[in-house]
């Protein structure tokens, strides 16, 4: 669960925060992509205590109502009733084919990246103990919100969407969804004393968070 998932998190202090995108850039690569592969989905991405998801709500339909040619794609959390409702195409949850689909897609992938898959793989032995190095160093699947990242992602570039809009999770500087290199605009909504475990006790700690998200040369 999410809270299970905190848990560990203040447990294990900043190290386990530190590990999470060199884990994440490991896991794109495994299921094919590398960060820049992203850039060609406009990424908007926000951050904040209160109000990032309906800011994300908003930023998508503002654009699908100023152009309804522009194909939208939304991932937000959590969920209320299905967990498709994460991952919009237009303003609306993908359907359960689609989610199911895209969700064995990475499940698939993932696994035929696991050490015995390298192994059987007609490859030069260097290339195979290199491959084999780097995925001893990580689990052999993300945690809960880390994996529907990798489908959100996975999902949006399969159906080619012009522009996605993305919610962090928690803070913004160790967030999954902060693989991404070049947005073409950040966002932070207000601030306030949330995940005070993870994110640290006064506004200053949670800010340098948020703050996190932001890029050289990006809005």
């Known amino acids: 669960s999410n809270a299970a998932v905190l848990e560990q998190l203040r447990k294990a202090g900043p190290r386990m925060n530190e590990r999470s995108l060199p884990e994440m850039r490991e896991y794109f690569k495994r299921i094919g992509y590398e ?11 926000v951050t904040g205590t209160k109000g990032k998801g ?13 152009d309804p040619s522009i194909k939208t794609g939304l991932f937000t959390s959590p969920h209320l009733v299905a967990v498709r409702e994460r991952i919009r195409i237009n303003g609306k949850p993908i359907s359960e084919e689609l989610f199911a689909k895209y969700f064995h897609d990475v499940w698939d ?22 491959m084999i190095k780097n995925t001893r160093q990580h689990p052999d699947k993300p945690v809960y919100f880390r994996y529907l990242t990798l489908v959100a992602f996975h999902t949006f570039m399969q159906e080619k969407v012009d522009c996605a809009i993305l919610e962090v999770g928690v803070g913004g500087e160790y ?30 700690q949670i800010a340098w968070h948020k703050a996190g998200i932001i890029k050289p040369q990006v809005p």
């Open 35 to 45: 960060p820049q592969d992203f850039d060609k989905l406009n990424l908007i991405h």
């Open 54 to 66: 309906s800011t994300c709500a908003l930023v998508q339909s503002v654009l699908h109502n100023y």
């Open 109 to 130: 992938r993932l696994e035929a990246t696991k050490e015995e898959a390298i192994r059987a793989m007609d490859l030069p032995e260097a290339d195979k103990r290199e």
């Open 175 to 204: 967030d999954s969804t902060n693989i991404i290199e070049k947005p073409i605009v950040c966002g932070i909504t207000a601030l306030g004393l949330d995940h005070v475990s993870v994110l640290g006790n006064t506004i200053d």
